[in-house]
């Protein structure tokens, strides 16, 4: 079939203008007095990750690394310009000091701002994507639900699905010895995905579940859903928020199915109005937005910030800033309060479930680590006046669970980069003679994985070493090169709770079994190739043995 010249000219003259519009930002850092990575048409410098060349951890690495010596260099995210950020005292400079200028994160499309009121999306409603003063405003109404006597209120929850767990491998445990085995195997992410269904169910929505028992509950059936890596549809509609955030926004397509999306608002709001008939009282997530919806949920008075030594909450907790302890009059409708409980879900399911998954993993590689720690859970069980049962504060206070759980965050951070995007031109100046703008619009990355990798602030950063976070060893421990949740006013407001869920974990699983590699356990663990999924390559497999025999 012969193409006519007209038709070949339109297809030259397309061409033409994609390679125009794709590369128009590729001299961006050429008036710029720092370094940059040459971008390579279509991908800028994101072709190694899109293509599956390399893993999460090692492409936000790689992009740390380009430049050893600088404090700030440039790269390009597809045709987007960014900056990459690897200096300790400009993490804290952009994050904290000069927050004003990086308050959101990077547009996805899906956010609601005081200019997109219609905006009906969930995940468009959540924290994670507010923007501007509506961000401000949900930080101020959410903050008083994460603080210390919150999580209090809440342990007796987190501890009963511990419980409830380690008693359902008991009863494993029993029913494998008696067919002759000596202990039994399990893939450690599908184990803490249920554990943490059981968890965000009863601490998040008000609903007792129990996934280990009824593996296809409705809702652990609707969490696999909602994050489904494997999934296709949700693959392509990730790529399209992320690359055409706009074009997704106005042909309405959501994140979520319309199965999904009703299920969440269903079962918040058929909760809430139960409670409020029948006068219910629990403990959770649910009471605290009904309080957020009233405009009672406030800060007590004697919830004044304190450091990590008198709270004894652990290393790795993040502070609220002003920013959570402002006052405002805005009242919430009922999609923005529902998205705060999904993204409370879907943030947590997923990121608290691989940290435990890999420090499970550590702990049986690492067996006197293990038996230190065993030695410490153990001696706090004994220690329990008759008929007690372990609470809040007392696990709070063991020193090397604390120290275990800072190194797992340190050596495998979910959140491997942080993203601010530049909301009004900034200008740098390193006080040495650079300066130069960082125009509005303009992407910041901070690669976490990067900064806790670089033996510079950690040294020998792939050995897992809980000892960098003792007493003793904390202190020398630079500020802005720790960043597991984050930093400055934007952090992770759950990271009380995330801490409380893992330690519960570890504490009752550890008191009750040993933990064993196996001969389906990856040595070293490595992750998968994917621009979309975090996982592993052959799953996280151990070995469980009873302590009890």
């Known amino acids: 079939m012969e193409i006519s010249v007209v038709t070949l000219a339109l297809l030259v003259g397309l061409c033409v203008a994609i390679y125009r519009y794709v590369t128009k930002n590729y001299f961006y850092f050429a008036d710029k007095p720092i370094p940059f990575m040459k971008p390579s048409f279509p ?11 390399v893993t999460l951890f090692e492409h936000f690495k790689n992009l740390y690394d380009a430049f050893p010596n600088a404090r700030i260099h440039g790269t390009f995210n597809m045709r987007q310009p960014v900056y990459i950020v690897r200096d300790p005292e400009l993490v804290k400079q952009i994050t904290v000091k000069d927050f004003d200028y ?63 767990m380690v008693e359902h491998f008991r009863e494993e445990d029993k029913k494998a010895r008696a067919a002759g085995g000596t202990g039994y195997q399990l893939e450690m992410k599908d184990v803490m995905t249920r554990f943490a269904n059981d968890v965000i169910g009863t601490a998040a929505f008000g609903i007792k579940v129990d996934s280990f028992r009824d593996p296809t509950n409705v809702f652990i059936s609707m969490a696999r859903s909602v994050t489904n890596q494997e999934s296709l549809v949700k693959a392509l509609k990730m790529i399209g928020y992320t690359f055409a955030p706009k074009l997704m926004t106005r042909l309405n397509i959501d994140f979520l199915t319309p199965e999904e999306d009703q299920f969440f608002r269903s079962t918040i709001l058929e909760t809430m109005r139960t409670r409020q008939e029948k006068g ?3 403990p959770d997530m649910i009471e605290l937005l009904m309080q957020a919806k009233k405009g009672s949920l406030k800060h007590q008075q004697a919830e004044e910030p304190r450091t990590d030594s008198e709270t004894g909450e652990g290393f790795a907790t993040v502070e609220e800033s002003h920013v959570g302890r402002r006052a405002h009059d805005r009242v919430w409708t009922d999609t923005e309060l529902i998205a705060q409980a999904f993204i409370f879900f879907f943030a947590g399911f997923e990121t608290i479930s691989w940290t435990i998954s890999f420090a499970l993993y550590e702990l049986a590689v690492n067996e006197d680590i293990q038996a230190r720690l065993y030695e410490e859970v153990r001696d706090a069980e004994q220690s329990l006046e008759e008929g007690k049962t372990l609470t809040y504060e007392q696990l ?15 050596r495998w951070p979910i959140a491997t980069v942080l993203n601010r995007e530049c909301v009004r031109n900034y200008q740098y100046d390193d006080g040495q003679g ?27 950063p792939e050995r897992f070493d809980p000892e960098r ?8 421990i630079q500020p802005g090169t720790y960043l597991p949740f984050g930093a400055g006013p934007r952090n992770c407001i759950g990271s009380r709770f995330a801490l409380m869920e893992a330690k519960a974990a570890l504490y009752y699983l550890l008191l009750n079994f040993r933990l064993m590699p196996c001969a389906k356990t990856q040595i070293p663990l490595k992750l998968k190739k994917s621009s979309t999924q975090f996982a592993t390559e052959q799953g996280i497999w151990l070995e469980f043995q009873s302590r009890s025999s």
């Open 280 to 282: 219910i009282f629990r």
């Open 434 to 460: 650079t300066r130069f703008t960082i125009e509005k619009g303009t992407l910041v990355f901070i690669p976490v994985v990067g900064i806790h990798f670089d033996p510079k602030y950690f040294p020998e």
């Open 396 to 410: 709070q206070s063991l020193p090397y669970l604390d120290m275990v759980v800072s190194e797992t965050l340190r």
């Open 43 to 53: 991908f800028g410098n994101a072709g190694p990750i899109l293509m599956k060349k």
């Open 469 to 476: 976070f003792s007493a003793a060893n904390r202190n020398n």
């Open 102 to 164: 990086f308050v959101d994160h990077m547009t996805t499309g899906m956010e609601q701002t005081e200019d997109n009121n219609s905006n009906h999306l969930l995940l468009g409603n959540s924290l994670v994507s507010l923007r501007g003063q509506k961000w401000r405003d949900m930080r101020a109404t959410l903050s008083p639900a994460f603080t210390g006597s919150k999580m209090r209120l809440m342990f007796a929850l987190i501890a009963d699905c511990g419980k409830s």
